[in-house]
């Protein structure tokens, strides 16, 4: 261990050399006032117009460590230039550093603001803390300089090689410090092995850092590279939270901290696992250092045993707590998932009794899940589904464009939409020009059901009409009105006495032919008129996914569209199933029949399982409508929703998603015919949603289960559940159709 530079006593230098050296070597003229330092000499100079710090090096540390430092706060400036770091000031002949009688010497700007030392226990200022140390980290990757590689003592992977230093700490204490470098040594070091490193500040202590005097959250400086060493970038993070632990449980501190770094530089599960036992180490290391350098410099002892109290403090109480508890506690602040340990029995105990009987479960062995990536669903027993049902994750389970969008728009703003937000208008602009004329104003809701919901809102105050036409295992939702359009879902009677709170609904055979649909809705409507009100709305789920799957037949929208016009109601295409390219290559489903409807409702794969739906509607009707009613939804629209729909966009755009629908959706629909299995009555469905009828519901439900427990997620459809839903994530290809095909052929037999 290289103890020179804290053997060497601090230069001595006194104020008059450094506004010499300030002038001399810098053309400063300044007046200089001593700051504090464990082993070098600082200054402030105070110019005519500029204020800086002056860093005389100690004799003992190596020159070309303050070329590390300087080249270090040029590299991280360049990659994140708000980063609150000194800015370094050149000498006369335009030199990073310069050299007085054997010590190195740095000039850079004095940062001006308050010590953050009597805020210790602030929970603002310790994200603030975690975000500082993320973002040092962040930007100073990819950095390196070999005097980062010394044997360093406030390099946390070496405090085990200060153990000799026992013999300066109260004896009350060793056995303590004893046992935390004995893990230090026998299990962490081992396990830091193959983790990422890289160059680190390494010392966000208090001293080093001021915070802004009007607002004691926000660090405008963060100084001192002198500590800086090469490492896991976990030292950053360890480092920065030992100093917080004052005041509170050493892991809730410890997971404010880390959970503020994550967002900035996310880690690893195994480095985060390690955060209390560093922390620990560095608190050691810390008694170690300070012991034996007070004994040797007593003159500077109160800066350098400044933070004792503190770090006994935390080391005690860190050897108080359960380790497994605090990992857990901070494992889930940042985000990396918990270490369940419930039985399948209990899960589904705690599961009835908290979310309630309403709520039925997937499947006969129900499918436990941790986890989705791609068209993969990964159970907590590590084994994994390949997903051909779910349609909310349109572009695959945790697609890495939307998870970063989501991400870093919620770390910037996340508002409702009564404020100005470029990005939210614009995201309704590209999504107006991706329907036609004149379709152009979108109002953001929440979900499907309440896209469905505002749809019926409008229609009726536009019309007047309250009544519904809709199908006759029709599903549009869980709200009070879109329930009344929702037969598939609810006991015929007391559907029945739903549909008529809203003015009744009336409803078409199934898959209606088009020729007949005239007809049919003309007969649907005087049955609403000898219930005394009339229909404001007709409106149509465009692939009739509860309906058992059908493509739209041919003028179906057309006669729907004259019918209404006739009438006086609203037509509404209901895309929440088969927008957004599922019914390739078109993106909506009512596209391959030429017909505009007055509403588009959308929801479920818009946002790629960010909560999000919108109702899309002329400007005369959302005029109208505006002149009548009035509109609001907290979290609709917000900026968070739109990053998420327009990465969703960007996906399905680059990968040409509609056409993968087709593509592969005719492959499959193909194969399956070809299999000639008796047992297939039907093999129907537009684009990547395949319905194939068997005889009952029985068989299809088995032929469910099979496939679930063959690691093949499907559903079922239709009036009578006797029809096989296939409806993956769009990004499935045919080696994907291959694995369902070869299970069906097997169910099936
Ligand atoms: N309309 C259709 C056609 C649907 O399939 C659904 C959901 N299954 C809804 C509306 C309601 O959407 P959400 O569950 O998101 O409210």
Redesign the pocket.
Known sequence: MDFSAFDTPRPDIDADTAELIALEQYGIEGKAQPLAGERDRNFKITAQSDVYALKVGNAGDRLDSLEAQVGAMAHALRRDPGLPIPAVVRTRDDRLTTQHRGHGIQLVSFIEGASPRSMTSMPGLRRSIGTLAGRMSRSLRGYDHPSLHRAFPWNLGRAVELTPLLEFVDPALQPLIEAVLTRMADDVIPQLEGMPKQALHGDLNLDNMVVDLADSERIVGLFDFGDMHYGPRVYELAVAAAYQCSGSEPAAAIAQVASAFHVVQPLESPEIDLLPDLVAARAAQSILMASRSSERHPDNNYYLTGDRGLMIETLQRLAGSDRAESVLRIRKACGAGSVRSRSLEEALDLRRRRLGPALSLSYDDPVRLERGDGVWLYEESGSRLLDAYNNVPHIGHAHPQVVSAVASQTGRLSTNTRYLVDEVAEYADRLAGLLPDPLGVVMFVN????A?DLAYQIAATVTGAPGVITTDNA????TLATTAMSPEEYPETAWSSQAARIGGAALLASGSAAEQLGSEMTRASSELSERGTAAGMAIF?TVF??EGIFELPEGFLRSARDWADANGALLVA?E??AGFGRVGPSFWGFANDSVVPDIVTL??PMGNGYPM?AVVTTPEIAAEFASKWHFFSTFAGSPVAAAAGDAVLDVIEAEALPQNALAVGEYLRAAVRQLDRPAVVDVRGPGLFIGIELADADSAADVVNRLRRRGILIGRSGPKANVLKIRPPLVFTNQHADIVLAALAEALS
């Open positions: 979900s499907g059901s309440e469905n599903y549009h939702g869980m789920d996914s509860s209901d929440i199933q929801g479920k739906g």
